[in-house]
């Protein structure tokens, strides 16, 4: 009766390290996860190992070459905030989005991702984005943030000051809210410049 309970505890055991080890296999890299469809962009940069520089696909390529430098700041607006992810997206030069698929899941081709480094600093290289053609739509880089312990959200983006599009009304809204949104780029060399620091909300609880 021992031989019997000794060989069923050894059997039960292999069986053990074969679902662990089956686990390990489904968790691997190259899965995707449970929720990758319905997730917000922000974390579809998959293996791609975030750094404070971060470039769009193609941008030296378009008209108005832009580079976008700052430093994000907690809520405090004083205090440098690291490791926050900082994403954007945009339109191409003629306003219009260039949408491409990956693991069968639509995305904007033209994205960046940042991580602030131990300064809060971070440096975007795209473009200026354009507008479709009899549209009235504003120039604008979508931006959006996520901080550690708390949800994304989406802030202002970056505007521009030259874009005949963006209304008094709006630029009056803007600067009674305290936004820098509004760039005004200066032609350093080949490339736009511009700088825009970024103050956090206060954390955000944490979604499950």
Known sequence: M???LKYAALLLIFVNLQLVVAQELNDSPNQLPSNYMERHPIYDFGEKQLSATDSVPGYKSH???LKITGTVFRADGQTPAKDVIVFINQTNDKGVY???QENDKDYIL???WVKTDENGKYTFYTFVPGTNFGSNEIKRIHTYIKQPGSPEYE???FLFDNDPYLSRFCRKRLKKAGSNAILNPIKTDDILVANRDIVLLETLQASN
């Open 155 to 157: 802030i202002d983006g």
């Open 63 to 65: 008209e108005q070459p």
């Open 98 to 100: 260039t949408v491409e």
């Open 110 to 112: 033209h994205r960046a």
């Open 2 to 4: 021992k031989s019997i």
